[in-house]
């Protein structure tokens, strides 16, 4: 009996561990690409180039899409890369917390790497 009345919390606790822990690896991944992106766009690195380092080191297999990508040259001061990338849920803790009338979920990740231009 006290199993059938605990046993939901320790699921629901369980689901929100695995997919908040799941989302802050990806934001740190997330985070770590577009550093990465914002180092080639510093060292003089085409928009190709940081496209294509972003998507090696984030490796996450979702589409990352780019908002800002500003590259140095002319009068940029900072390689700039700013991309988002949409998280999906593997349990169903959102759809639970749905049903509380509660809207809180993660859909998707952003990230800024800002680099000084080495000129």
């Known amino acids: ?42 060292l003089n690195g085409t928009s190709a180039q940081v496209q294509a380092k972003v998507t090696a080191v984030a490796n996450t297999g979702a589409t990352i899409s780019y908002t800002t990508l500003t590259l140095c040259g002319g009068t940029s001061a900072d390689a700039v890369v700013t991309a988002k990338q949409t998280f999906t849920a593997l349990t169903p803790i959102f759809s639970i ?9 993660i859909s998707s990740l952003t990230a800024t790497g800002v680099m000084a231009c080495t000129g």
Do not use: H, K
């Open 1 to 42: 009996m006290e199993t059938a009345i605990v046993m939901p919390l320790i699921l629901l606790m369980l689901f929100g561990i695995i997919d908040f822990g799941r989302a802050l690896q990806q934001q740190t991944q997330l985070t770590a690409a577009v550093r990465e992106g914002a180092r080639t766009g510093a």
């Open 97 to 105: 917390m749905a049903l509380f009338n509660q809207t809180a979920s």
